[in-house]
């Protein structure tokens, strides 16, 4: 009686409560040796291979950084606050000007104007409801005035320089 | 050093500090997670594809690590079962990978027949089904007894024993044909 194919694979893996016997009946049939010596080549085999190296490492996505904005060039650095300096200088600079032009400046009447368009409106359904051709009378828009376009654009330019040197500041943090 | 604790419990804070602690854990271990791929896969970029997603998805789920378990171990045993899972999941046999070196022909005589018997022993493995493979890698590379196999693949203790024996006896026949 030979021993099976499990208690061998069960001796070699040190898995088996009958090592002793089966020790005694490999001393004395070879067949049962000779296929022990088998299955042992195998385990020898397999403990032979070789690790291998990667060709690339793989904590490379842990160990970089997420792509960061650019590091601003240093006179880009110096530029916002010059801005924000030139900013506050116009600013301070508006202010008088601004005090002297606004009580001039004849803002344009939203109700005013509304009224104008409104009257029109009357008038063209009443030429309608006659069927006469409508007549075409220009509505008076309001003038501006250069200083009140001028203080507009000043204004605009300011709040723009001011804006982009702060958006600057945060970029350099 | 920093012990593999320090760096797990650094890296479950999610921050930039956590994934370079990671990271180091990776470096640590990358080439036997990578070995264990290849052994199973015997393709070399499908084995690194799978050694990396071995470690996003540990990284994933770091937080559910039991710190008191020895990371090294986990790691392969999570790269077998995710090897195991690819394999079943293909329908088509991929190419399998020559190891060997284009210069081969310049190296000693001895050093030839190592890589050649190391092949072998390789294609051997990978002609042998997902299942078969998975045992022989818990076994003899990650020396896991047969019931840890068991609970780590989910099937029965007698499932393990007749598929490793199996595979050994399959080697044993292809390798002894190669000699």
Redesign the interface.
């Known amino acids: 009686m030979h021993l099976t194919?499990?208690q061998l694979?069960e001796y070699l893996?040190e898995?088996t409560t009958e090592r002793a016997q089966i020790e005694a009946h490999l001393s004395s049939c070879e067949e049962c040796a000779a296929r022990l010596s088998?299955?042992q080549?195998?385990?020898a085999?397999?403990?032979?291979?070789?690790?291998?190296?990667?060709?690339?490492?793989?904590?490379?996505?842990?160990?970089l950084?997420p792509s960061l904005p650019a590091q601003l060039p240093k006179f880009l650095t110096l530029t916002a606050f010059l801005q924000a300096a030139v900013a506050l200088v116009a600013l301070i600079v508006a202010v008088p000007f601004a005090s002297a032009l606004l009580p001039q400046i004849e803002l344009p009447s939203f109700t005013k104007l509304f009224f104008q368009i409104q009257t029109q409106w009357t008038v063209w359904l009443d030429q309608l409801s006659t069927f006469n051709l409508p007549t075409f009378q220009p509505i008076n828009l309001p003038t501006l005035e250069m200083s009140s376009l001028l203080f507009t654009l000043a204004g605009v330019s300011v709040l723009w320089i001011l804006g982009n040197g702060l958006l600057l500041r945060n970029q350099m943090k | 050093m920093p012990t593999d604790r320090d760096l797990i419990l650094r890296a479950r804070r999610g921050d930039?500090e956590g994934?370079?602690a990671?990271?180091?854990l990776?470096?640590r271990y990358?080439?036997?997670?990578?070995?264990v791929c290849?052994?199973m896969l015997h393709e070399?970029g499908e084995a690194?594809d799978l050694?990396?997603e071995v470690?996003?998805r540990a990284?994933d789920r770091i937080h559910t690590f039991d710190i008191e378990r020895e990371f090294g171990p986990w790691i392969r045993r999570v790269a077998a079962n995710l090897c195991l899972n690819h394999l079943e999941g293909q329908k088509v046999t991929a190419e399998l990978d020559d190891?060997r070196d284009a210069d081969s022909a310049q190296l000693p005589e001895s050093v030839q027949e190592?890589r050649e018997?190391?092949e072998q022993?390789?294609g051997a493995l990978a002609s042998m089904p997902a299942h078969y493979r998975v045992v022989?890698e818990l076994?003899?590379?990650q020396e896991l007894?047969?019931e840890e196999i068991a609970e780590e693949l989910k099937i029965p203790l007698s499932d393990v024993?007749s598929h490793?024996?199996r595979a050994?006896?399959i080697?044993?026949e292809k390798?002894?044909a190669s000699n």
């Open positions: 194919e499990e694979n893996d898995a088998t299955l080549n195998v385990f085999e397999l403990d032979s291979l070789p690790e291998l190296e990667l060709t690339k490492s793989l904590a490379a996505p842990f160990t950084h | 930039a994934r370079e990671f990271g180091e990776v470096t990358q080439t036997s997670v990578f070995n290849y052994r070399r690194e050694a990396q470690f996003i990284y190891e190592i018997r190391s022993i390789r022989i076994r003899h590379y007894s047969y024993k490793l024996f050994r006896k080697l044993a390798l002894h």
